[in-house]
């Protein structure tokens, strides 16, 4: 277990602990504790296996039990009894706006609210303002957050509905009694955020198929249960639904389960003016509705289907109902980006500032997956939470990697690390670091990290300002957002691509999975404005190389190929990409 979770856990029970009213200095060294293990420099493994522990500062002896516990085990058993002593509603409650652990305590004591939705109550009955302490203000912040965590709770990651989706469909796929088996939904549709799973099977048992779904290793507990559907929850808390159909059905029914809604409407609409009924049954020679075999136009694949209704293939990523009918009609749907059309990755980081490995491991890591390039853009100095490079730190850096990019060379490696920076555009739009140096770097990414203001007009400012200076590549994750968890800052999202366009800047798709900034909606705009986009997995340690898939499958929900993103060149034909901005403002 590294230092970081042992930390948190600690943390945790100093919160828990301040929850059940124990004594502040009994809560307060579990906080202590946890500072000081952040703060040392040997892996706390090697500290334990040696009885070092008592190194640590302010460490007394009954903590030293419990580290030990927790490093050598993985678990702590008083951990799991203390959380088991508090109702998990007033856990919960730690994580509200507003909310610590004294606060909690006074709602519980006072007004005897044990789950989120009492206090949802007491707040809409006013009594949490009318408490010593609280306020309207408080009171208020409470519902918002409230009101948040509902629309978010039954939403999930990309990334982890992707992780939990696999494995399940390589067992559909291994069954005998499987034909064809699918993801469908908005997972297939590659949705940035999804509420459930959907899995599509054709088989002539269903029942052999609906008994392996509940019963495999990973379902937590099962929802329903039919002759040929099932709903299961996975581990992780995500629902996963299933449908059984027969080969014959499976490309309609592959097609109305894979959405989206809208797209199904607009494709239904299309069958109707010809004369036509499609439904997740078939496609029928019927005005009514019906799914009687006779009727059925046979199509062998999704394709036939498209096909049968005047349409190009529309690939599942676009089918939003964002133009894709126009497009397939008129045989103009492009042919996306690949993932596999990427050769690295322009915006990364290496423990020179907050990222984890070495630039020799970082390095090591891009020549394994075969990648060409791979930019270290660690932070500014401005970002000294992050441990951002001053000045002399990113000269030491820049000399740091053209000597690495030697030895690689010498080990006859193909990948190369690119000198970079990811600095910060502060206030009034000024960047961390001057010109001069900002020259020197192969790659400049410009990113707003903190300071944005609720006004809409300053923070679009600040991007343009950036990307009107001649030496800024691209703009990095340009809205701020965290996937459910905080909303973009707002700008000018046309007005900051316009003066892209202008400036020849690039903008960032940042494919981190919490991130997907730019958001795919308004890559459409942009590439129609000529700018051009670079998918980055902003990796802080080495195996975010991956989002770089995900990445990929976001840019095609944008509708972009491979001559719209920068990375997906080699390195010659970057290498000049780099310079032409510069070229252009003379710089
Ligand atoms: P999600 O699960 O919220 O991330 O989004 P989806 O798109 O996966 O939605 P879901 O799981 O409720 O349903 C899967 C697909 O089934 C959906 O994309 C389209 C189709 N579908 C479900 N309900 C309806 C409906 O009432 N009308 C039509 N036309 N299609 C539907
Ligand atoms: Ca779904
Ligand atoms: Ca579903
Ligand atoms: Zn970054």
Redesign the pocket.
Known sequence: MDKETVAGILNDIGRLLELKGENPFKTRAYGNAARAIEAISEPLEKLAAEDRLGEIKGVGEGLQKKIHELVTTGRLAYYEELKASIPPGLVAMLDLPGLGPKKVKALHDRLAVETIEQLDAACRAGSVAALDGFGDKTQARILEGIAFRRQYAT?HLLSD?LAAAEPVLETLRAHPEVIRASA??????H?E??????FLVSSKQPAEIIELFTTQPGVLNVIAKGETKASVHLEGGL?A?LRVVSDAEYPFALM??????????A??QRAIQRGLRLN?YGLFRSTEETRDPKLLVACKTEEEVFEKLGLAYIPPEL?EDHGEFEAAEQRRIPRLIEWTDLRGSLHNHSDWSDGRESLEEVAGMADDLGLDYWAITDHSRSSFVANGLDAARLRRQIKAVRDLNRRLADEGRNARLLTGSEVDILGGGRLDFEDGLLGELDVVVASLHQGFSQDEAENTRRLVQAAQNPFVHMLGHPTGRLLLEREPYKIDVHAVIDTCAATGTWIELNCNPYRFDLDWRHWPYAKSKGVKCVINPDAHRSNQAGFLRLGAGIARKGWLTRADVVNTLPLPKLLEALKAKRARAGA
């Open positions: 939403r509905a469908a939904g908005s997972v297939r549709r949705k955020v999804i509420g459930d799973i959907d629902q639904d109305y389960f894979t959405g989206s809604k809208e797209h199904n409407i494709m239904r997740e089918r």
